[in-house]
């Protein structure tokens, strides 16, 4: 039974006000025993205070990306080691934006991966096709595409051991055009067979979490299917109540 985790990307938003209200707000309503693992991925700078207002609580601490480079000379760069040491878990990697917009290929997100599993840390690993690879039939070779680069190294299929996979069609990330839970199982179920195909324990516990203008209202029906195990939410993580409504649904 894989245990569902509901992790929040606040992206590039807030303010340190913002942040306390959010955290507060997220705190009380996750509460204790919760179903779901919960992380929260504020933008770098805050993090520090993110995880001292999550004490007591389990709500886990994420970072938005990071360096696959160890401390030394690369200006405005954030290392493994300083994300360690500000308490995080987890980190959001190889996201559409930093894809399309900061340049990041597949060999450069599979070597981050690698550094981050390395660090002790836990990839969240995002995949996903645009638009026009979905309209010409091209979503599973795209998929495949960025999965394989780890599947395929003894380096890569390890650090997969402790990673947690994102499905992000691009399409639907920020638009409100959500997959729709068939659509978005038919590719989970891929990735998974595709992991199968190389480490079939793996494929069994590995989580997929579904991503895209995931909301409260449509998240009970996405998180139903049997091979997503949860969901990275973008815009709906900055409202307390439609997060918290995700969180509960993630059973
Ligand atoms: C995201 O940023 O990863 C995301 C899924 O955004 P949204 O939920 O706003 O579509």
Redo the contacts with the bound molecule.
Sequence with gaps: MRKPLVAG?W?MNGSRESAQALVAGIKEGVGSGATADVVICPPFVYLSEVKSLLSGSEIALGAQNVSHRGNGAYTGEISTSMLLDVGCEYVILG?S?RRALYGEDDALVAEKVIALNAAGLKPIL?VGELLGERESGKTEAVVARQLDVLLNSVEGLAALQNTVI?Y?PVW????GMTATPEQAQDVHAFIRQRIASKDAALAEKIRILY????KGSNAVELFAKQDIDGG??????LQIDDFLAICHAAK
């Design positions: 990307n992206k996201h934006e995002c994102a992000e639907a990330i920020g638009t991503g895209g203008s995931v990275l939410i973008g815009g709906a993580s």
